[in-house]
Structure formats: C-alpha cells, structure tokens
C-alpha cells in the first residue's frame, strides 16, 4: 500500500468485493484510509446494493471478486 491523498492508501482491490474475514460479510472494498484521528488506516466497505459502511482491519480482507468487462464487482456467490 501507498499513500495517495488525503490519507488515503492504494490497494489493488480497490472496487472489488471482498470478504471481511472478522464478520464474514461480503461488500466492496471503497477505501483504505484511517477513520477519525485514528492514525492506523482501516479498510471502508460498502454492501453491494447499498447501505452503511462499515470498517475493519486491511489484513482482513480476503477473496477479492474479479471486475467484469461492465467494471461492477461479479457476485459469485
């Protein structure tokens, strides 16, 4: 990761769906940036369909989800 503005980290999974290991949930990996004055950045997702973000550890990220040619996130599962 590096840091690219506003604190913000780049991530080759950046737009891809994602599961957070930590809940098990599946949603689409917005931002790795840190949360409040916090200086660790975390990892923001988002539901597929909408919803409230939410936030977990970048080393909980797993099974990134390939873009397809439409460039949205393929739900496999």
């Known amino acids: 990761m590096t840091a690219t503005g506003l604190m913000h980290r780049s991530h080759p ?17 917005r931002a790795i940036a840190p949360e409040g004055t916090a200086p660790t950045p975390v ?11 939410w936030t ?5 990220l797993t ?5 397809t040619p439409a460039g949205r996130p393929e739900e496999t599962t």
């Open 63 to 67: 099974d990134p989800t390939p873009i």
């Open 43 to 53: 990892a923001w997702l988002a539901p597929r369909r909408g919803g409230i973000e």
């Open 56 to 60: 977990t550890a970048p080393e909980n």
């Open 13 to 29: 999974w950046l737009g891809h769906m994602v599961t957070d290991s930590a809940t098990g949930r599946r949603g689409i990996l």
